[in-house]
T-cell receptor
Framework: RKEVEQDPGPFNVPEGATVAFNCTYSNSASQSFFWYRQDCRKEPKLLMS???SGNEDGRFTAQLNRASQYISLLIRDSKLSDSATYLC???????????FGTGTLLAVQP | DADVTQTPRNRITKTGKRIMLECSQT?????MYWYRQDPGLGLQLIYY???????NKGEISDGYSVSRQAQAKFSLSLESAIPNQTALYFCATSDLTSGTNEQFFGPGTRLTVL
């Protein structure tokens, strides 16, 4: 079983739609959680960290459920520019090593 | 100017050749990483370094070696390249003192081994 699992998609949604991505992780000792964004043929970049209480950054909302070992990302009012691959990332232990999911591809259609 | 740079950006080579990929950073970060990315497999950690001359194996270090002779530079070598090392390679950096655990990635090196 992969340590971080995501639905690969693709998710094809119209502009203005709300879309949610889910991610599960297997290591209950995981300490920190993130969503990274990767545009086609580009490097990953941090989108947002995920906190236990849930957190929001504009149109993006991240949630963490430690009991179920589950992370989510909600994007409201999708824009064409949101089209990218979204990587669920988990930090295990105290070494600052990040474990990356395979990513979920989002395509926002005009 | 980019904070994390990688050279070359693209490389085609033949089986058995020795290849070196270079990574440089101007962020002043102490920690540096090498990843490879394959379709459907996500990013996999090859090696990482927390300081000059500190070297640690990642998930998939076989067939690779690294060198960290200066804080700003972390090079990855393929001693004898093989076709299944064809992949997109990323270097990344992070700052122990930042508290955010964020890693900053270079633009990637696309390596093809024929």
């Amino acid at each position: 079983r992969k340590e971080v699992e995501q639905d690969p998609g693709p998710f094809n949604v119209p502009e203005g739609a709300t879309v949610a991505f889910n991610c599960t992780y297997s290591n209950s000792a995981s300490q920190s959680f993130f969503w990274y964004r990767q545009d086609c043929r580009k490097e990953p970049k941090l989108l947002m960290s995920v906190y236990s209480s849930g957190n929001e950054d504009g149109r993006f909302t991240a949630q963490l459920n430690r009991a179920s070992q589950y992370i989510s990302l909600l994007i409201r009012d999708s824009k064409l520019s949101d089209s990218a691959t979204y990587l669920c990332v988990v930090k295990s232990g105290a070494t600052n090593k990040l474990i990356f999911g395979t990513g979920t591809l989002l395509a926002v259609q005009p | 100017d980019a904070d994390v740079t990688q050279t070359p950006r693209n490389r085609i080579t033949k089986t058995g050749k020795r290849i070196m990929l270079e990574c440089s950073q101007t962020k002043g970060h102490d920690r540096m990483y090498w990843y490879r990315q394959d379709p459907g497999l996500g990013l996999q950690l090859i090696y990482y370094s927390f300081d000059v001359k500190d070297i640690n194996k990642g998930e998939i270090s076989d067939g690779y070696s690294v060198s960290r002779q200066a804080q700003a530079k972390f090079s990855l070598s393929l001693e004898s390249a093989i076709p299944n090392q064809t992949a997109l390679y990323f270097c990344a950096t992070s700052d122990l003192t930042s508290g955010t655990n964020e890693q900053f990635f270079g633009p990637g090196t696309r390596l093809t081994v024929l």
